[in-house]
C-alpha cells in the first residue's frame, strides 16, 4: 500500500514504474485528471501534444516499433477514439507494442448513448490484441501491467484500455508493479536440430525475414547466422532495415514490385526459411510466391506467437520462437558438416565457406549481384526536366548517414525509395505495411523525438503528405529536425495506376490540385522550398538539411513517371493492347 491517490495518479504512477517516458496524444475533457497527474511529472514523461488523433496514433506506433517499448497514446472517447484506430489497425499489422488509452464516459451512463459513448471493445476487438475497460481503480497496477505485457508478449500489438472518468477520481492504495518483462519463446532443441539438418541437405535455401519484436542485437546473431552458413537473405516488404543491403549475402526486398529475378528465387528456392514474417499478400506478390496451404518449397516459419503458425501455409517445420531467442541459437548453432565428395568436386569450399553452404554460395553472390544492379538508379541527362525520384534517391543515399531514419507512407512515390535507398543497420526503417497513407511526417516526428541526433527524412505523396500534414505544427512546437520531401504529382497516383491498368483512359475520382506545399510549410513555422527542376536538386537538399528546424522539400515531378520502370502512356497502351 502507498500514500493514497486518484486513480489518474495510479495510472501514471504505473506508466513510470513501466519505464514509459513519452506519449502522444490530443486531450479529451474525458481524461482531464491524466493529464492534471501527468503535468506533475513533466521532467519524466513528456506527453507530446498532437493535432489529430490519427498523427498521434502513429506518432505512438513508430515509437513502438523503433523502441521495442509500447508507444503510449491518449486520446478521448469516440470521436478520439475513432480516429486513432488507424494507428491500432497500423500496429496490429506490423505487430508493434502500443497502449491507446481511452477517456471514456462515467460508469453510471454506460448503455445510455450518452455523450460520445462507444462500445470500445466492440469497436476494437478486431483491430487490437487486448481492449479492457478499468472499471475499479483499485485494479488499475494490474491492468497496466496486463497491458505492457500483452503489447509485447509473443507476436507484439496494440492494447486499448478505455478509462472512465469517475474512475480516474476514486482512490488507489495499490502500488504500481515492478516493470515489465520480455516474454518470448525460444525453439526446441529438437527444432533447431531438424533445421540444421533440413539446411544441410538443401540445395537452394533462401532466408525471408521480417515481421515484428526485433532488436539490433537479433539481427547480429542472424548475421553471423547467415555468414556461417553462407545463405542468402531477404527483407520483408518494408523490412529492409533487418540485414545490412549491403553486405555480399543481401538478396533483396521481397515486397510489392519485388525485383522479377528476387521473385523466381523465392519461387525456385527449395527451401524457405522465413524469419518473422508472417509471409501475407504483400510479401508473397499477392500470394502467387508460395502454394497455399502447402508450398512447393520446404517451408520453415518462425513466428513470435503461435496464431500464424499452420494457419495459412502448412509449415514443414514451424518454430515459435522470438526474433532474439532464434537468432541466438541459429548463431550458436555449429556449421555445416562435410558433404559428399562429388558435391565438393562440383563447387568447392572456399575459406569463407565450408562444405555444404558451397553448394549454394555462387547463387547467393548472384543474388547481391543482382540486387546491386536493380539497387542502381538510371542516369539522366537532361537536369532540366522536373526533378526525378531516381535522380533524388542517387543523391539522397550518397549523403545520408548509416543511421538515418527513413519513413514513408503508401502512394507509388515509395517505390522508388524502397527500390533505390540502401539499410544499413536495425531500427532506421518506419514504413507502415498495412499500407497506411499519412504515416510518413508523424513517424519522423517520433524518431525525431526519440534521436534528436539522427538524421530523420520522412517521404510522402502529395495525397499521403495532406493525410497528416498538420502534424508540421507538432514538428515545429517540439522542434522535431524532420526533413520531409513531399512528392507532388498531383494526384492519388497508386490508384491512378491501377486505374489506368483496369479501366485504361477512363479517369475519375484520382486527381488532386496542386497545394504549395513550401508555403503550408513555412505557414506552420518550418522551413520549405519547392523545386521545379532537376538541376536544382543539390542545392535543394543542402538547404533542406542545414535547416535549423523541420524542414520541406515540395518536389513537382512529371506525373507521366508513374513507376521507376513505366509511363502512364506506356501502361495505357499495354493494358488496351
Ligand atoms: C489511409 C489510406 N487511404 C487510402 C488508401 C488507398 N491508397 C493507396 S495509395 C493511394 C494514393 C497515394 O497518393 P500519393 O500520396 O499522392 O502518392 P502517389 O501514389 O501519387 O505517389 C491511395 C489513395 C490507403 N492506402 N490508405
Ligand atoms: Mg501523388
Known amino acids: 500500500m502507498t500514500a493514497p491517490r486518484t486513480g489518474a495518479q495510479a495510472l501514471v504512477e504505473s506508466l513510470l514504474a513501466h519505464g514509459a517516458t513519452t506519449g502522444f496524444g490530443v486531450p479529451g475533457e474525458s481524461y482531464l485528471q491524466v493529464l492534471d497527474a501527468l503535468g506533475d511529472v513533466q521532467s519524466r514523461f513528456h506527453l507530446v501534444t498532437c493535432r489529430q488523433e490519427g498523427g498521434a496514433a502513429y506518432m505512438a506506433e513508430a515509437w513502438g516499433k523503433l523502441t521495442g517499448q509500447p508507444g503510449i497514446c491518449f486520446v ?3 470521436p478520439g477514439a475513432t480516429n486513432a484506430s488507424i494507428g491500432v489497425h497500423t500496429a496490429l499489422q506490423d505487430s508493434t ?24 471493445r466492440q469497436m476494437f476487438s478486431p483491430l487490437a490484441k487486448w481492449v479492457a475497460q478499468i472499471d475499479d481503480a483499485k485494479r488499475i497496477p494490474e491492468y497496466v501491467s496486463h497491458a505492457f505485457h500483452a503489447a509485447t508478449g509473443g507476436r507484439p500489438g496494440p492494447v486499448v484500455l478505455a478509462l472512465p472518468e469517475d474512475m480516474l477520481d476514486d482512490a488507489c492504495l495499490q502500488a504500481p508493479t515492478q516493470a515489465w518483462r520480455r516474454v518470448a519463446a525460444s525453439p526446441t532443441t529438437s527444432a533447431m536440430a531438424e533445421l540444421r539438418q533440413r539446411l544441410e541437405t538443401a540445395q537452394a535455401p533462401l532466408v525471408i525475414v521480417g515481421g515484428g519484436g526485433w532488436s539490433a542485437g537479433a539481427c547480429a546473431d542472424l548475421q553471423h547466422f547467415a555468414e556461417r552458413w553462407q545463405l542468402p537473405v531477404a527483407c520483408a516488404f518494408r523490412h529492409q532495415d533487418l540485414f545490412d543491403n549491403l553486405h555480399p549475402l543481401y538478396a533483396g526486398d521481397v515486397g510489392l514490385g519485388i525485383r522479377p529475378s528476387l521473385a523466381a528465387r523465392v519461387r525456385e528456392a527449395d527451401l524457405i526459411l522465413a524469419i ?9 506478390s499477392g500470394y502467387t510466391l508460395l502454394d497455399i496451404p502447402r508450398p512447393r518449397q520446404q517451408l520453415i516459419h518462425v513466428q513470435p506467437g503461435p496464431d500464424e503458425l499452420g494457419r495459412v501455409y502448412a509449415a514443414d517445420l514451424p518454430i515459435l520462437a522470438g526474433m532474439a531467442e532464434f537468432c541466438a541459437l541459429a548463431a550458436a548453432m555449429p556449421g555445416p558438416s562435410s558433404v559428399p565428395q562429388a558435391l565438393q568436386e562440383s563447387a568447392p569450399p572456399t575459406a569463407q565457406t565450408n562444405a555444404s553452404s558451397a553448394r549454394w554460395q555462387p547463387s547467393a553472390s548472384a543474388a547481391h549481384a543482382e540486387w546491386l544492379q536493380w539497387n542502381t538508379p538510371p542516369a539522366h541527362a537532361n537536369p532540366s526536366e522536373p526533378p526525378r525520384m531516381d535522380a533524388l534517391m542517387g543523391l539522397l543515399r550518397d549523403r545520408l548517414p548509416a543511421d538515418a531514419i527513413i519513413t514513408n507512407g503508401a502512394g507509388n512515390y515509395s517505390i522508388w525509395v524502397h527500390r533505390y535507398l540502401r539499410w544499413r543497420q536495425f531500427g532506421t526503417q518506419l514504413g507502415p505495411t498495412n499500407g497506411s497513407m499519412g504515416y510518413g511526417v508523424p513517424a519522423a516526428i517520433a524518431a525525431a523525438i526519440r534521436y534528436p541526433d539522427r538524421t530523420v527524412v520522412a517521404f510522402a505523396g502529395d495525397g499521403c503528405f495532406l493525410m497528416n500534414g498538420q502534424e508540421m505544427a507538432t514538428a515545429v512546437r ?14 492519388y497516383g497508386t490508384i491512378r495506376m491501377h486505374q489506368e491498368k483496369h479501366f485504361p483512359g477512363r479517369v475519375y475520382g484520382s486527381s488532386l490540385g496542386q497545394p504549395d506545399f513550401a508555403m503550408l510549410a513555412r505557414a506552420y513555422g518550418a522551413w520549405g522550398a519547392r523545386v521545379e527542376r532537376g538541376s536544382e536538386l543539390p542545392a535543394a537538399l543542402d538547404a533542406l538539411f542545414a535547416a535549423d528546424g523541420p524542414g520541406l522539400l515540395h518536389l513537382c515531378v512529371d506525373a507521366e513517371i508513374i513507376t521507376p520502370t513505366t509511363t502512364i502512356t506506356q501502361m495505357r497502351a499495354a493494358a488496351k493492347a
Open 478 to 491: 517540439e522542434q522535431a529536425k524532420i526533413r520531409v520531401i513531399v512528392v507532388d504529382n498531383g494526384m
Open 97 to 120: 507494442p502500443m497502449i491507446l488509452f481511452v477517456g471514456q464516459i462515467g460508469r453510471g451512463m454506460t448503455d445510455r448513448e450518452a455523450f460520445q459513448e462507444l462500445d470500445y
Open 276 to 284: 518473422g514474417p508472417r509471409l501475407g499478400e504483400a510479401t508473397t
Open 76 to 78: 478521448t472517447r469516440g
